[in-house]
């Protein structure tokens, strides 16, 4: 594989536009830039939740596939027209959602984010997912998107919340459950 970036800053961002994937430049605060963008920082929040060293198994090696998923969903945001997930990746996010699920309690009360490091972690992703979904959403009511790209940014902050509950729980740790203050 050559070279992707000889030269990492062009200059021509400095007037307030960015380059789509189609060669074409839009401004940097259009809808889609806002909504490939958020799908960017989701990724780099899973990439937080993965640099923790001790975590459930079955939660690192979902969110390693699903990183490779949403660098394919930005490319998606950033090419009008291009399609890369589809309903199978949908489904696999499902799968492996139930398949953590199943061993936890159910749940009764609101949780706080926290519990542990990882924990915290996996709730950051799964806000800056829900801000990239309806980022993506807002992108939807203007342009043509994939449909199932959005049902895949809705699935994958259910998985975050249910392997947040995971990540709380491990070595005999447990969630942080909200209490209502009195008043």
Not at 24 to 33: I, T
Not at 121 to 135: G, N
Request: one cysteine or more; proline letters at 3%; hydrophobic letters at 40%.
């Amino acid at each position: 594989m050559g070279h992707r970036l000889s030269k990492i800053y062009t200059r021509t961002g400095d007037d307030g536009t960015t380059g789509l994937a189609d060669g074409s430049r839009v401004d940097k605060c259009a809808v889609r830039v806002d909504a490939y963008g958020s799908v960017d920082e989701t990724n780099s929040a899973i990439g937080l939740v993965l640099a923790e060293t001790d975590i459930d198994q079955r939660v690192r090696d979902c969110l390693v596939v699903v990183q490779h998923e949403l660098f394919e969903a930005g490319a998606e945001l950033s090419l009008p027209g291009y399609s890369a997930l589809d309903e199978t990746h949908v489904l696999r996010l499902e799968q492996a959602l139930d398949a953590i699920n199943a061993e936890l309690p159910p749940l009764k009360e609101f949780i706080l984010p926290g519990g542990n490091r990882a924990a915290a972690a996996c709730h950051l992703a799964r806000t800056v997912c829900r801000r990239a979904e309806r980022d993506a959403w807002r992108l939807a009511k203007q342009s043509e998107i994939n449909r199932a790209l959005l049902s895949y940014l809705n699935r994958l902050s259910d998985y975050l919340f249910v392997a947040a509950r995971v990540l709380a729980r491990q070595k005999g740790g447990r969630e942080v459950y909200w209490a209502r203050q009195p008043k």
